[in-house]
């Protein structure tokens, strides 16, 4: 019983952490390489790794989607896809998809003479379920080892939940302390007399029978 | 159309939340409103000092501010459209 409680709360935070993770913008320093757009078949699960541009995306079982190919700081690649998240979820609002994807194909580089880049994103890379993460916007830095800037936007909204999620777990206390656990203790007195009673019409049994040896 | 769909969804969620702030605020307003009369020194019938103070409350700022439930999460979409598309 003990081990399952723990499951069921350790999947939960995992799940909580995993959905920030890739909800929440994150920023790398890449080169990009180049731009390119290609067609991807929208069919199985892992459609839920891709935005709903608009409406007529639902319907779709293929579409056109814009890539940026990048190396980062470190010299590994990362391949980034530039697809508006328009109203739907996450709630980026990203409406300028094409004007990134000329922001991006104008600031190529190559290896000889590298321009630096800080490309916010959100999402993840996952090779084996080919998914990517999406850009969100691009700004120029001086070089691989400069500062990403200070991420506001996560401080804030994980500063926000914790927030909320300790005030729910206050609340949740003190009702249990006030309503819960003195009736846990009422039942548990209320059986502890009935035992006692029990034992006392036990003994008076058991008495009743020694008279009889 | 997508924007319509998540209009009316946070229109209903945001009102759910505006409709149970506004009870909860105007029942605290009555609860100080009666143990201010219950300290005594008021020369009005309990009834009508509690009427009368809350007929103030609807009146108040602290009323209207309840519509930032609407306001702030317009706003803060709002910012992050500029933020996002034309920063």
């Keep these: 019983m003990r081990y399952i409680g723990w499951t069921i709360l350790i999947a939960f935070w995992v799940s909580v952490g995993a959905f920030l993770h890739y909800t929440l913008p994150q920023r790398d320093i890449v080169r990009i390489v180049r731009v390119f757009e290609e067609r991807q078949d929208l ?147 209320s059986w502890e007399a009935a035992g006692d009673a029990v034992d006392a019409k036990r003994g008076r049994f058991r008495r009743w029978l020694n008279t009889w040896r | 159309m997508a924007v319509i769909r998540l209009f009316i969804i946070v229109f209903v969620v945001l009102s759910v939340i505006y409709i149970s702030l506004s009870f909860y605020s105007r029942a605290r307003a009555r609860d100080r409103l009666e143990a201010e009369w219950d300290a005594g020194g008021i020369d009005m019938p309990r009834e009508a000092y509690v009427r009368h103070g809350l007929s103030d409350y609807d009146g108040s700022l602290r009323r209207k501010l309840i519509l930032g439930v609407y306001v702030v999460p317009m706003a803060l979409v709002g910012l992050i459209i500029y933020l996002v598309n034309f920063a």
């Design chain 1, 43 to 189: 069919t199985d699960w892992t459609r839920v790794f891709w935005s709903r541009p608009d409406e007529q995306s639902d319907a779709f079982i293929s579409r056109d989607v814009q890539f940026i190919q990048t190396v980062r700081a470190n010299g590994r690649p990362m391949v980034y896809r530039n697809e508006d998240t328009g109203w739907s979820w996450p709630p980026y609002f990203k409406f300028d998809t094409s004007n990134l994807f000329t922001e991006a194909a104008d600031a190529t580089s190559n290896r000889a003479a590298p321009e630096w880049y800080v490309i916010t994103h959100y999402g993840w890379r996952n090779e084996f379920l080919t998914i990517f993460p999406n850009a969100i916007s691009l700004r120029p830095v001086d070089g691989p080892d400069a500062s990403k800037g200070i991420p506001w936007v996560n401080i804030i909204v994980l500063t926000t939940i914790a927030a909320i999620f300790y005030g729910i777990w206050v609340r949740w206390r003190r009702f249990r302390r006030n309503r819960i656990d003195p009736r846990l203790e009422e039942i548990q007195d």
